[in-house]
């Protein structure tokens, strides 16, 4: 029996979904992202989501081409999946699989423990993102609510 899908509602906050970031470089984006996170649950560390999110970048890049990224790791004293939605005012390099720069990024914090969890919810996001026509209203949002509104709108079956 395949594990209950976990909503991306109820892993991302209004707060944590970001329009238009200007981001210079690939370690530049995960310090906003490190720092957005630990500002919206102050009982994480800014320090480890950054070092953990640029552990997890070196083992292989999460880029997964057409211009999408899905950073994430795992992180001690997490006590619940943390996701973030950021398009970027500019795309990066960002090592992706296809060599194409990444413009849009959903990050995942996950517990320490939440293998299966993990697995599935990238797997949910890979398919998610895999759809062209999705991300290019993604893309095309102006604002955070919007953009918000969007990605929970699109697990309405």
Request: proline share 4%; glycine share 6%; with cysteine.
């Amino acid at each position: 029996m395949p594990a209950t899908a976990i909503s991306i509602e109820s892993i991302l906050a209004p707060e944590l979904t970001l329009c238009g970031v200007t981001g210079t470089s690939k370690k530049r984006v995960l310090e906003i992202i490190a720092a957005k996170v630990a500002r919206q649950y102050p009982e994480l560390d800014q320090n480890q989501i950054f070092n953990n999110l640029v552990a997890r970048e070196r083992l292989g890049s999460t880029g997964i081409g057409q211009g999408i990224a899905i950073p994430h790791c795992r992180l001690e004293n997490c006590q619940r999946v943390v996701g973030a939605l950021i398009t970027l005012d500019e795309s990066i390099s960002f090592d992706a699989i296809d060599g194409e720069p990444v413009d849009l990024l959903f990050v995942l914090i996950v517990p320490q423990q939440a293998t299966s969890e993990h697995l599935e919810l990238l797997s949910q996001l890979a398919e998610k993102f895999n759809e062209r026509s999705f991300c290019d209203r993604l893309r095309a949002c102006n604002d955070a609510e919007t953009l918000y509104q969007l990605i929970i709108a699109s697990e309405t079956p």
